[in-house]
């Protein structure tokens, strides 16, 4: 059996940083490591689609406590796959929804829908 580390939050600490992030930002991309350091290709690749659009986004690492997040995440979005976008409290999609609409070109609108 594999080591686990113990997480650095609780189910509802994770639910509250989800909330919070989403009522204060109007793009927030859930990711495995930071926008500097992605953990995972696909976080790299949502940063690099988003980036392509909007100079200012939050990230939220879910690595340190990444069960948590993914239970939170999943509770608000019904996906449980990490990366997560959201624009404007709302549920966009992983990496794979945002290539899909950047290659109909409609992922800049869909970035600053509500700006």
């Known amino acids: 059996m594999a080591f686990q580390p113990e997480s650095e939050l609780t189910a509802e600490e994770a639910a509250e940083r989800v909330e919070e992030a989403l009522s204060e930002n109007d793009v927030v991309l859930f990711m495995k490591g930071n926008r500097l350091m992605p953990q995972c290709g696909y976080s790299k690749r949502a940063v690099g689609l988003?980036?392509?659009h909007v100079e200012e986004?939050?990230?939220?690492d879910v690595l340190p406590a990444l069960s948590e997040f993914r239970e939170a995440l999943e509770a608000e979005s019904g996906w449980e796959t990490?990366?997560?976008t959201y624009?404007?409290?709302e549920f966009v999609g992983g990496s794979d929804i945002l290539?899909?609409?950047d290659e109909r070109?409609?992922?800049a609108e869909t970035l600053v829908a509500e700006a």
């Open 50 to 52: 988003i980036s392509q």
């Open 57 to 60: 986004f939050e990230t939220i």
């Open 82 to 84: 990490i990366p997560q």
């Open 87 to 89: 624009v404007d409290g």
């Open 99 to 101: 290539a899909e609409l």
């Open 105 to 107: 070109g409609e992922l």
